[in-house]
């Protein structure tokens, strides 16, 4: 399994990451992240609707219902969406690289 869907059951509940945090901490590019998100093959066992735009913009859920239903996934784990966006007080950071 790749190191960032292993990485997804780390962001704790209420909060969410962005593909460029993401990407970072695997040492890849933020489209890269996107299509291991997207080939997901374990969607209920890790949570790629936790990863968001940079600047908080719901983008890039091919699961089932498309962004509504990421949204609903979100609303559901306590993130508070307006506008389509994700206020940054919801953005999780994993711990500072050395």
Do not use: Q, W
Not at 18 to 27: I, T, V
């Amino acid at each position: 399994m790749h190191k960032a869907l292993m990485l997804l059951k780390k962001i704790p509940k209420g909060k969410v990451v962005s593909y460029k945090e993401l990407a970072k901490e695997c040492k890849t590019s933020p489209r890269a992240i996107g299509r291991i998100m997207r080939t997901n093959p374990y969607p209920e066992e890790y949570p790629c609707f936790k990863v968001v735009g940079s600047s908080g913009k719901l983008v890039g859920y091919s699961g089932k219902g498309g962004l509504k239903a990421k949204m609903k996934l979100l609303k559901k784990d306590g993130i508070g969406i307006s506008n389509s966006r994700i206020d940054k007080k919801y953005f999780y950071k994993f711990k500072e690289r050395i």
